[in-house]
């Protein structure tokens, strides 16, 4: 089955600078990259995902990339803010159907010092 | 986006009581439904796959005996944590896709927070 690395487990970084979370998939035939923000005691929140048919993708301060290749992809916040800090998961499917599962990485807990 | 209720959001319970989870898609059909489970300052571990009108898949490891899931409707999913221990205390959490949007994106309840005394 999938496994997902995430890498690291703690990061912080001062309020401005930028931030890189990085993940790695065993299964080939995942294609579909979703990261997830979760803050104390709530639910996970999507906050940008790839498929395996682009590279990059971008939304404001957030980025991802994906080099399928090499079967990793990452998570780029620029101009970080004390909002940023929570819990981040990375995962991976095969396809997006019903019965396809989503494997996580083991989070990273970003803390943005201000 | 769609929305997956929880529900309760908190119980504690005693040792050796069941405890039921309720999961609805409320403005969206939905076959199929995980379960996940999260311990503290730990990763969503997938325990269960729902599937409407049929059994669940069981993840490796997780007695389907303890946690009985029922998927009865195309928008409710319940989990029973049979005779709760201790160490089933953490925090519960379901979620669907909705694939009527075209994303794919998979949407989680609030999560139930579990105590067992």
């Known amino acids: 089955g999938e496994n997902v690395e995430q890498h690291p487990s703690t990061l912080s970084v001062q309020e401005g600078d930028s931030a890189v979370i990085k993940c790695t998939y065993s299964d080939s035939a995942s294609n579909y990259f979703p990261w997830y923000k979760q803050e104390l005691g709530k639910r996970p929140q999507l906050i940008i995902d790839i498929r395996s048919n682009v590279g990059e993708k971008k939304d404001q301060r957030i980025a991802v990339t994906l080099n399928k290749t090499a079967k990793h992809f990452s998570l780029h916040i620029t101009e970080t803010q004390p909002e940023d800090s929570a819990v981040y998961f990375c995962a991976a499917s095969p396809n997006l159907e019903y019965g396809n599962k989503l494997v996580f990485g083991a989070g990273t807990i970003l803390r943005v010092k201000s | 986006g769609a929305v997956v209720s929880q529900h309760p959001s908190w119980v504690i319970c005693k040792s050796g009581t069941s405890v039921k989870i309720e999961c609805r898609s409320l403005d969206f059909q939905a076959t199929t439904m995980f379960w996940y489970r999260q311990f503290p300052k730990q990763s969503l571990m997938l325990m269960a796959t729902?599937?409407?009108?049929?059994?669940?898949?069981?993840e490796q490891g997780v007695e389907k005996d303890k946690f009985l899931i029922n998927h009865a409707s195309l928008t409710l999913s319940t989990l029973t944590v049979t005779s709760a221990h201790p160490e089933d205390s953490s925090f519960y959490i379901c979620?669907?896709?909705?694939?009527?949007?075209?994303?794919?994106?998979?949407?989680f309840g609030e999560g139930s927070r579990l105590t067992v005394l």
């Open positions: 729902s599937n409407e009108g049929s059994k669940a898949t069981y």
């Open positions: 979620s669907a896709r909705d694939l009527g949007t075209g994303s794919g994106e998979l949407f």
